[in-house]
C-alpha cells in the first residue's frame, strides 16, 4: 500500500502547490488531482475479477493492465469528467490529467528486474522507457517524504489562509 499511498500524496502536493498559484482551484479541485493520481491504479481490480472472468462474461478480449497506461487513463480521465456538471468538466479533467501524470512519472522511475518500465505509451506505441531505477514499488521512504512533504504545504496553506490578508 506504500505505492498508492505515494501516489495520493504527490497528488496531494501538486494540488496544493497548484491551489497556492491558481485562485480558482480550491480544497476540492485538490482532491481531484489526488483522484487522478490513483486511477491509473484501477487496474488492480485484477486481483477482485480476473481478466479471464470479463473474456467469459463479456465475450471480447480484456486486459485490466490497458487501465494502466497512457489509452487506458485517457479514457478513465474522460469518463470520470463526464459525471460532473458541464461547466466543471474541464477544469476537473485537466486536475485529473494532472494527477495521472505524476502517477505515471512516479511509475516509470520504479527499479524494475528487466530495467524497464511499463509500456506507459499504449495505444500509441508498446515501447517499453528504460526505468529510473529510483526505488522499489513496495519501498516505504517514498511515502514518509512525500507525507513529510505533504505535511509542510498542508501547514503553509493553513497558515497563509489564516494570516491577516494586506490592505
Request: charge should be positive; charged fraction near 15%.
Amino acid at each position: 500500500m506504500a505505492d498508492l499511498l505515494t501516489h495520493v500524496l504527490v497528488g496531494y502536493c501538486l494540488g496544493t502547490a497548484l491551489s497556492i498559484r491558481v485562485t480558482w482551484i480550491r480544497p476540492a479541485h485538490v482532491t481531484m488531482v489526488m483522484v487522478g493520481a490513483a486511477l491509473p491504479d484501477l487496474a488492480k481490480i485484477e486481483l477482485v475479477v480476473s481478466w479471464r472472468t470479463m473474456v467469459s462474461r463479456f465475450g471480447v478480449p480484456w486486459d485490466w493492465f490497458a487501465l494502466h497506461t497512457l489509452g487506458g487513463t485517457v479514457v478513465t480521465v474522460l469518463l470520470v469528467s463526464l459525471l460532473l456538471e458541464p461547466k466543471e468538466r474541464w477544469r476537473v479533467a485537466c486536475l485529473l490529467a494532472v494527477g495521472v501524470a505524476s502517477h505515471h512519472v512516479f511509475d516509470v522511475i520504479l527499479l524494475s528486474r528487466t530495467g524497464l518500465s511499463y509500456p506507459v505509451f499504449w495505444p500509441l506505441t508498446t515501447y517499453q522507457p528504460p526505468a529510473g531505477g529510483l526505488f522499489y514499488s513496495w519501498d516505504r521512504w517514498p511515502a514518509a517524504v512525500t507525507g513529510i512533504a505533504a505535511f509542510c504545504l498542508w501547514r503553509y496553506r493553513l497558515r497563509r489562509e489564516n494570516s491577516p490578508s494586506p490592505v
